[in-house]
């Protein structure tokens, strides 16, 4: 299942998106961590220390070496170089799973045990000034981008990506690669905003988007929720000591979070499990050969000196079990 955690700038999204793949690592479900936040917090909020958290490679720097991976001997893809970040796999295209090693996960994941249980943590890299707003950070998160549209994910087991809300994300596709969407959003008027701006984007692609509320205090927030947002208010999160004392360096336990934040997590997972036998395989699949030949017209042919439309392998629909089913046919 793949999971976006999206909002405003400081609404909670790191700290929201931590607490999730802690909640389903101790669960005992496999879970692959991704920081692509303007903000690089993620590795902390898990409770990695500033070492470990600095280990974790950028996948940015990676990309070519993704492609190459990913590639694999797809005929329509002559090279790495050729490859942009919206290239989707064709036959002979290598996929991501999430529990399998692979070298993708060798060069860009780091492993961690947090509150006993084991997670994976990858990460965009830092994003400096320079970088934002123009193109790097498109080929940061475009790596995500990549990856996402290479997995073939099953029930149970779990992507979860912290990002950005903003028109950034709306200039890829990014943002329509997920399962499910969870917009973190306080009880005021810019977060309900930010909410607003999401849906109306997101209202073409199908995307299944649902409000967190957080740092909520009163029930007069909660209703404040309500009354903007209407049913897509998913659930809330209170103003959490825990989340205090975490950001104090204590490091307190998963098992120590206030039940209803706790409860809240759960609410969470069964929202994103609910969503999987909606999943619409051929329906993704398009999609990401749309948002291609979008990119390849607007800029991708003339930056690789090719027709990336060609790349596009009009039989593939990428599935669970899609290399699964090549290997018989072959
Ligand atoms: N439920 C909560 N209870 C208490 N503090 C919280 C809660 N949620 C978030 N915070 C605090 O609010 C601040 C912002 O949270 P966080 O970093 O998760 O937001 P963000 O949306 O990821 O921000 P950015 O846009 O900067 O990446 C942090 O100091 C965090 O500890
Ligand atoms: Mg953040």
């Known amino acids: ?17 931590s607490l999730f793949v802690r909640h389903l690592a101790t669960a005992g479900a496999p879970v692959i961590a991704v920081d692509a936040d303007i903000n690089q917090h993620l590795g902390a909020a898990i409770g990695l220390t500033e070492e470990q958290a600095a280990g974790v490679p950028s996948m940015g720097a990676q990309l070519p070496q ?19 970040k919206t290239t989707p796999p064709g036959s002979g295209s290598r996929l991501l799973r999430i529990t399998e090693d692979n070298p993708v996960y060798a060069l860009c994941a780091r492993e961690f045990t947090v509150d006993g249980a084991r997670l994976r943590l990858m990460a965009t890299g830092a994003f400096d000034e320079a970088d934002l707003g123009v193109a790097c950070y498109h080929s940061k998160v475009g790596a995500v981008e990549l990856c996402l549209n290479h997995l073939a994910d099953g029930a149970g087991e779990y992507l979860v990506v912290d990002m950005t809300a903003g028109s950034d994300s709306f200039a890829s596709g990014l943002f329509t690669r997920f399962d499910m969407t969870f917009l973190v959003a306080e009880p005021t008027r810019k977060g309900v905003s930010v909410y607003r701006q999401y849906k109306e984007y997101a209202a073409d692609f199908d995307v299944n ?19 903007q947002v209407g049913d ?6 209170g ?4 989340v205090r ?3 104090q360096g204590r490091a307190p ?10 409860a809240a997590l759960r609410v969470l997972r069964e929202a994103a499990d609910a969503t999987y036998p909606l999943r619409d395989w051929g329906r993704y699949t398009r999609q990401m050969v749309r948002f291609h030949l979008r990119n390849a017209e607007s800029w991708g042919n003339a930056k690789t000196g090719t027709d990336l439309a060609a790349q596009v392998d009009p039989d593939f629909v990428l599935g669970e079990f899609a290399q699964q089913r090549e290997a018989v046919t072959a």
Do not use: C
């Open 1 to 17: 299942m793949k999971i976006a955690f999206v909002g405003k700038g400081g609404s909670g999204k790191t700290t929201l998106s």
């Open 66 to 84: 993704i492609k190459e991976y990913l590639r694999g001997g797809n005929p329509r893809i002559a090279d790495a170089a050729s490859m942009i």
């Open 209 to 227: 988007l649902r409000v967190v509320g957080n740092k909520v205090q009163h029930e007069d927030d909660v209703a404040y929720l309500r009354e």
């Open 232 to 237: 897509d208010l998913l659930a809330v999160v």
């Open 239 to 242: 103003q959490s000591d825990w």
């Open 245 to 247: 004392r975490t950001e």
């Open 253 to 262: 336990g998963l098992g120590e979070l206030e039940s209803a934040n706790r």
